[in-house]
């Protein structure tokens, strides 16, 4: 390699790995937008106050873990990330995939798997895989959000009645023997204040959209129970102050357990932020305006140094959080100051109000928690996919009865599996062959001439019921194949071609391709197409010079006979 050589390549690469980094382009219109962008970002920090402190209670790593992911990771992911705004933190998603890990390990891993994890989430951004999420179908996306919503909600049952969790549980079962082994008075009081929960959240925003009704039940319901003296779980202590960031405790012997959670933790960050990033940025703001694109690349990148941050400081991964950044765009921010803001506004609660924090019932947590996971999947989502297809209609409820039986990242390779075959049926029903004509006048002998013309896609999925239509062909001395109608072809389909043509040729029969797209010409080149016809001039690329070679076949064929 000469100089120059090794120059352009490292101006290349450093070309490359500036688009994952920030740059004053990320805050254009901050000049005119940072009031509202201040006041987005203190709205948005109150909103997930609560949230983070639940999240981080059901994920069973504490309060504590899910306050500080809210502020690192937020912090992070505001700056490094690919979407203007977007906010991150710990999500209900996460505490589905969370809550076994802690089961199985203990709570004291989650701070290497968030490491973990957002190492390999750094590997998928830098791969350039980020747009892969626009892969995912609308229903497998709507049934794994409906699986977790589930699971969201029969995770809150011990909260909500004063029990302890079962670790290691299916989520149902752990659910019922939550309930069955609630006891009075304490269930009817933690029961009493998920209901109060439920009722502000749901009504407030009726009556005063400026008040945020989650922060608004837990005050509410916090001092009820202050005043009521009501002996039901708590939050408990919490930090005045963030730790000093250190690297997790490394286990050798753990490690190997951990690599497949972390696995799935990374895919599912991947996944639930590139899909909130790419909601973000269909939304509009309070002006009307659209928030702008995205850079799926680099949003991967943010979320991983995110999750690694959080992992440092004692935190659990996180993702973008479509809630909150939803609460984000509807309080009109601009840029991402407003992120910045609102993990300013929870670290500030970390020092001042952490004492008050505690002292918040876990039931109000349940009570939350419940409502959101009521709120993930609308009534009208639901029904159109249901309307949609029985093939649509199957994936959605096969994914979400995975999610909440099984695992989530299962559900959605099934999901994804499921819909593949749907659609590989589908095309295949498009594909097929059909019989044609001559055109033209007919001529003596044309009787011993077939055309076949090749619809749709010539993939794996069609290769066979092509190969057996075309073989059971009788008393013809020449065929005509069409490729000009033919979408799609691989290797499958070429090489079907290949045994197609050998039959016929066995059986005397004269094959002449027509119309090979110039984009497959290459590919049945190298199967062998070409070189499985009798001769390679029998190649064309109009029907008319075809019916005249074939013609010319069977009069050749008529004159050796007689």
């Known amino acids: 390699m000469t100089a120059a050589t090794a120059t352009t390549a490292a101006r290349g690469a450093r070309g490359y790995l500036t688009r994952f980094l920030p740059s004053r382009r990320d805050y254009d219109g901050l000049r005119g937008s940072w009031r509202t962008d201040v006041l987005s970002g203190i709205t948005v920090g109150i909103v997930a106050l609560p949230l983070a402190l639940a999240f981080g209670v059901s994920s069973g790593v504490g309060a504590e873990a899910g306050l500080i992911t809210a502020v690192v990771a937020g912090l992070v992911a505001a700056v490094m ?111 009493a204040i998920v209901a109060g929960v439920a009722a502000v959240m749901l009504l407030l925003p009726r009556l005063n959209k400026a008040i945020p009704a989650s922060l608004a039940a837990v005050l509410l319901a916090t001092v009820a129970a202050e005043l009521l003296d009501l002996q039901i779980p708590r939050i408990g202590s919490l930090p005045h102050s963030l730790a000093a960031p250190s690297l997790p405790a490394l286990d050798p012997s753990v490690l190997g357990g951990l690599l497949m959670p972390a696995v799935s933790i990374a895919t599912l960050a991947a996944i639930e932020s590139l899909l909130s990033a790419r909601v973000a940025a269909g939304m509009v703001g309070p002006d009307g305006r659209p928030t702008g694109t995205y850079s799926p690349d680099r949003e991967l990148t943010g979320q991983g140094l995110a999750s690694v941050a959080a992992g440092f400081f004692g935190g659990m991964p996180a993702t973008g959080a479509i809630a909150r950044t939803a609460v984000n765009v509807r309080s009109g921010a601009k840029t991402r100051l407003s992120a910045i803001v609102h993990a300013l506004v929870l670290l500030a609660i970390i020092y001042v109000a952490a004492g008050l924090v505690g002292r918040i019932p876990l039931a109000v947590l349940a009570g939350i928690l419940m409502v959101t996971a009521t709120r993930m999947v609308s009534r009208q989502t639901v029904a159109a996919v249901m309307r949609s297809t029985r093939a649509d209609a199957f994936v959605f409820v096969l994914t979400a009865l995975i999610t909440v039986a099984f695992d989530l990242i299962v559900a959605i390779e099934i999901g994804l599996v499921a819909a593949a075959v749907f659609t590989l049926r589908k095309f295949a029903s498009l594909s097929g062959v059909q019989r044609e004509d001559i055109p033209g006048p007919a001529v003596p002998g044309d009787r011993h001439i077939a055309i076949f013309r090749l619809d749709g896609a010539m993939f794996f999925g069609a290769a066979e019921r092509v190969l057996q239509e075309i073989s059971q062909v009788k008393d013809i001395q020449v065929a005509i194949i069409r490729l000009s109608q033919v979408r799609m072809l691989d290797a499958t389909g070429a090489h079907t071609l290949v045994d197609v043509i050998s039959a016929l040729e066995l059986r005397g029969v004269t094959v002449l391709l027509k119309g090979v797209q110039p984009q497959h010409l290459d590919l049945v080149t190298n199967v062998g197409v070409i070189r499985s016809l009798r001769h390679h001039k029998h190649l064309f690329a109009s029907l008319p010079e075809a019916v005249e070679h074939a013609r010319s076949h069977v009069v050749r064929n008529a004159a050796a006979s007689a």
């Open 81 to 191: 990330g690919g979407s203007h705004v977007q906010v991150s933190g710990p999500t209900g998603a996460m505490v589905v995939v969370l809550a076994p890990v802690v089961a199985a390990h203990g709570a004291g891993s989650i701070a290497l798997v968030s490491v973990m994890a957002g190492l390999l989430v750094i590997i998928l951004g830098i791969s350039g895989l980020g747009r892969a999420v626009a892969f995912i179908p609308w229903p497998v996306v709507e049934g794994f959000t409906l699986g977790i919503a589930a699971i969201i909600f029969l995770q809150q049952v011990p909260m909500a009645t004063g029990t302890e969790g079962i670790p290691g549980h299916n989520t149902v079962l752990a659910a019922v023997e939550s309930a069955a082994r609630a006891t009075a008075p304490t269930v009817l009081q933690t029961l």
